[in-house]
């Protein structure tokens, strides 16, 4: 017999609603037995001459399943007795329950939930009217109405429930008219598997015990897992498939093992085991990345980064929304899974560096054939398998330990290290530092996203969608996709994989799921430091924090600002000034009578477009008292030519195409430049033709590598 477990809670209430209004009105308050069911049965028996209806109630049904009897009065009597018990022993939820996961349902299928995934495909929480009232009346004649076999049947029968449900009152007679336009479908029930893949992967490595083979699998678990990814598959475009693995995190015992979404999709090549399979991860490696910066001495949890367009040699990474977000701290730069700070920490790492980190810890990074490690492996420019890369981020709740992935019990624990305890921890908070909103949005409860660290990803031409999650108690990695590698437009790691990370978090045990917050190690200290510089505040120069911040630092290392490689300048700058006026002066005092030196904190060049007016302005340095005698050569200033800011455009006429601007940079000491539209960046080049499609205000930034810019905003107004 198949037989999935459910409670009554867990049903749709328009199933509870179809079936006690057909079977059982009375239930909630009789002791089992109707007396006036009963009589009324008598009387249609004895007017026919034989047994034509019994009587029973959904208890006495009860009582038949668990001991079946012949259909005669002796056996009638006996089911009574048996249904007074039940009702004498048992609470009316657990009669409920008792029924609702043994009722048959046609075939070896027994119990709600079963019939519902068998025929439907769905879960019996999300039946429609039609589709309970069709499961309500299927236990009175399961072989005869079997929806896959005899629809006209079954429908006879499903509308013989809608009509007594709307004679009732339960039902509106709009939501039994809409009820009875469904046509009645069912597919054609298979065997149940539970972790198909695996069973066929662990047969083919041996090692049977007398004939057994034990796995670590959690059935509990692994069923919610498989429930999980058929729901949230369910609707998704044709070929699309799920991934999914649940593993103790102290332990690596893999307690949950979904290779793919149906095992029987054979379009979504459902028998591949995507586990195993080495696929693009995305930006899923950059909590590595982070981690070796803070281990190097590179950054704290709160450096100041720079999220601007940029080229790294020949390589120039744009972010998932073509957009920029300026200064940003390692933290949110991390949380909002930002490519350019990534690729600029991997640059000063070392791509070789950080892909032998990675292999020393368990995580094998799959090249092209002739391909050496290069900036682009931190957003998805090489290959990692699901397995390999849950057993990686099992090091940010394992001390910095990674490891291989137990299948079975009484496989050996091999550890490796990967991280610090340090790093490991301090990226784990920032991880788990998301926006509320994100966690709240893609369904995980506010109460457990507070606590999870979890990093998204999406490969390129959406191709892999993942989700990673860890929390004390489990790891957990989930990938969506098209096992093909054809690519799915519009499905990424926020909106695919994400959401099915929560369903799975919240599907886990919640005495299980978390425990008190970790408390960091010696190695970590939580320190104020201040922007734009980095460093601790120096209490006797104020001046030189414009923001503060607290940060956690590793190793008791406070690392300052990262300098520019390419265009660099100091960030912190003595100046002499007149003690009077606080104008700047060289080295002829330019008059003045007494002369002080201060030291002053400026943002990095790069960030300067992004700046507000009000860290503009505390940054600013003194204007000069006096023309310098030595005043360093300074390049045109960077212009854009073709508009000028406040310019109002409108259409030539009616009928008019929408108006171009053809715009051209000007001057500057760079040859590479950036078009950024209303914070975007849309375009390379010297010339930006700018087509005015929608009426509205046009914020045009021009940028080039050393990070001079000019700005203008145009209005295309309309006619």
């Known amino acids: 017999m198949w037989r999935r477990p459910i ?6 209430p328009l199933y509870l609603e179809a079936l006690l209004g057909y079977e059982d009105r009375w239930f909630p308050i009789h002791p089992g037995v109707n007396p006036i069911a009963l009589l009324r049965a008598a009387w249609q028996n004895l007017r026919s001459g034989g047994i034509v209806s019994g009587g029973s109630t959904l208890t006495m ?39 609702l996961n043994h009722a048959p349902f046609g075939g070896p299928l027994e119990g709600v939930e079963t019939a519902s995934r068998a025929y439907l495909g769905k879960s019996a929480r999300e039946l429609s009217h039609a589709e309970a009232a069709l499961l309500a009346v299927l236990p009175q004649a399961p072989s005869r109405l079997r929806p896959d076999r005899y629809p006209q049947r079954a429908r006879r029968a499903r509308d013989k429930v809608l009509q007594r449900l709307l004679d ?62 058929t729901t949230r598959i369910n609707g998704t475009p044709a070929g699309t498939s799920a991934a999914a693995l649940i593993v103790e995190s102290d332990t690596l015992l893999v307690r949950a093992y979904a290779g793919s979404a149906d095992f029987h999709d054979d379009a979504a090549h459902g028998q591949v085991d995507i586990v195993q399979a080495a696929r693009s991860p995305g930006s899923t490696l950059k909590p590595f990345v982070y981690a070796l910066a803070l281990e190097q001495g590179l950054i704290h949890s709160q450096s100041l980064l720079s ?5 790294f040699a020949d390589y120039a990474p744009e972010n998932f929304d073509h957009a920029y977000l300026g200064p940003l701290s390692a933290a949110e730069a991390l949380a909002r899974s930002r490519n350019v700070p990534a690729v600029d920490l991997l640059t000063r790492i070392g791509a070789n560096l950080f892909s032998a980190r990675l292999r020393q810890g368990g995580l094998t990074l799959s090249l092209p054939s002739g391909a050496r490690p290069n900036p682009s492996l931190i957003l998805g420019g090489a290959g990692v398998t699901l397995e390999q890369l849950t057993g990686a981020y099992a090091a940010l709740a394992r001390g910095g330990l990674s490891g291989a992935l137990r299948l079975r019990p009484h496989a050996p624990l091999q550890e490796r290290r990967l991280l610090t305890p340090g790093a490991a921890w301090i990226v784990r908070h920032m991880l788990a530092s998301h926006r509320p909103g994100v966690a709240r949005d893609a369904g995980l409860a506010m109460a457990q996203s507070r606590k999870l660290a979890w990093k ?27 096992p093909d590698g054809t690519p799915s437009p519009g499905q990424y790691g926020a909106i695919s994989a994400l959401p099915l990370l929560f369903d799975i978090v919240d599907s886990l045990p919640r005495h299980q799921q978390w425990s008190a917050a970790q408390a960091p190690p010696p190695s970590v200290s939580h320190v104020e430091i201040c922007w734009p510089l980095g460093t601790l505040p120096d209490p006797h120069q104020p001046q030189l924090c414009h923001e503060k911040r607290m940060a956690w630092a590793l190793g008791g290392a406070v690392p300052p600002t990262l300098p520019d490689l390419d265009h660099w300048r100091p960030l912190r700058v003595s100046l002499a000034l007149d003690a009077d006026s606080g104008k700047r002066v060289d080295a002829s005092g330019c008059g003045a009578r007494r002369v002080i030196t201060r030291e002053f904190a400026r943002w990095p060049t790069r960030l300067e477009p992004w700046l507000s007016p009000n860290r503009l302005q505390r940054s600013a340095l003194p204007e000069w008292a006096c023309a310098p005698q030595q005043a360093p050569p300074v390049a045109a200033p960077l212009r854009i030519v073709g508009a000028r800011d406040g310019d109002v455009i409108r259409r030539a006429g009616p009928g008019a195409p929408p108006p171009t601007l053809e715009l051209r940079a000007l001057g500057g000491d760079s040859a590479q430049h950036y078009w950024l539209l209303n914070g975007k960046q849309t ?37």
Do not use: C
Request: glycine residues 8%; charged residues 20%.
């Open 61 to 99: 049904q009860v009582a038949r399943l668990l001991e079946p009897h012949d259909r005669t009065y002796s056996g009638k009597l006996r089911q009574i007795l048996r249904a007074l018990q039940l009702t004498w022993r048992y609470s009316k939820a657990e009669v409920l329950t008792l029924y």
């Open 456 to 482: 998204t990803g999406t490969s390129y031409g959406f191709r892999d969608a993942w989700a990673m999650g860890v929390s004390d108690r489990y790891v957990i990695g989930v990938w969506v996709g098209r």
């Open 7 to 12: 409670a009554p809670e867990q049903v749709s």
């Open 307 to 311: 999220d601007v367009p940029r080229a």
């Open 168 to 229: 009732q009152g339960v039902w509106s007679a709009q939501a039994v008219a809409d009820a009875r336009m469904e046509t009645v479908w069912a597919q054609t029930p298979r065997a149940p598997f539970l972790a198909p893949i695996l069973a066929r992967r662990l047969k083919q490595e041996g090692g049977a015990e007398r004939g057994v083979i034990v796995s670590a699998i959690d059935a509990g678990l692994q069923w919610r897992l498989e429930e999980r990814l």
């Open 683 to 719: 375009h390379q080049g010297e010339r930006f033709s700018l087509q005015m499609t929608t009426p509205g205000s046009y914020a045009i930034t021009l940028l080039d590598e050393t990070g001079v810019y000019d700005r203008v905003t145009v209005i295309h107004a309309a006619n």
